[in-house]
């Protein structure tokens, strides 16, 4: 899923609204989202789906269902993940990224 932000002292805070209120627009979001296959968490965008592009390639592997959501549950932060997450930093910084 795609989310939005605007980061603190961000230079133009006035166009990042503009273009978060342009992508949200259901004609546009639902482009973008065929495009890339994130989808924008808009509310209702599975029924946008089924009136605007009801063609959507992959719409399955994107829109879960219900009784698919009912076997997900939420992740546990432990120590082990921060240990992954400075492995990885460490690693990116010594490939100069």
């Not at 939005?4 to 973008?32: F, M, R, T």
């Not at 719409?59 to 932060?77: A, S």
Request: glycine fraction near 6%; hydrophobic fraction near 45%.
């Amino acid at each position: 899923m795609d989310n939005y932000c605007i980061a603190a002292g961000a230079p133009n805070p006035d166009a990042a609204h503009a273009w978060i209120d342009w992508i949200l627009i259901p004609e546009v979001s639902i482009k973008d989202l065929d495009y890339h296959g994130y989808n924008s968490g808009m509310k209702n965008m599975g029924d946008l789906l089924t009136e605007l592009k009801p063609d959507l390639k992959y719409g399955d592997m994107i829109f879960f269902k219900d009784e698919e959501v009912k076997t997900m549950h939420t992740q546990v932060i432990t120590p082990a993940l921060d240990r992954l997450v400075d492995i990885l930093n460490k690693v990116k910084a010594a490939a100069g990224a």
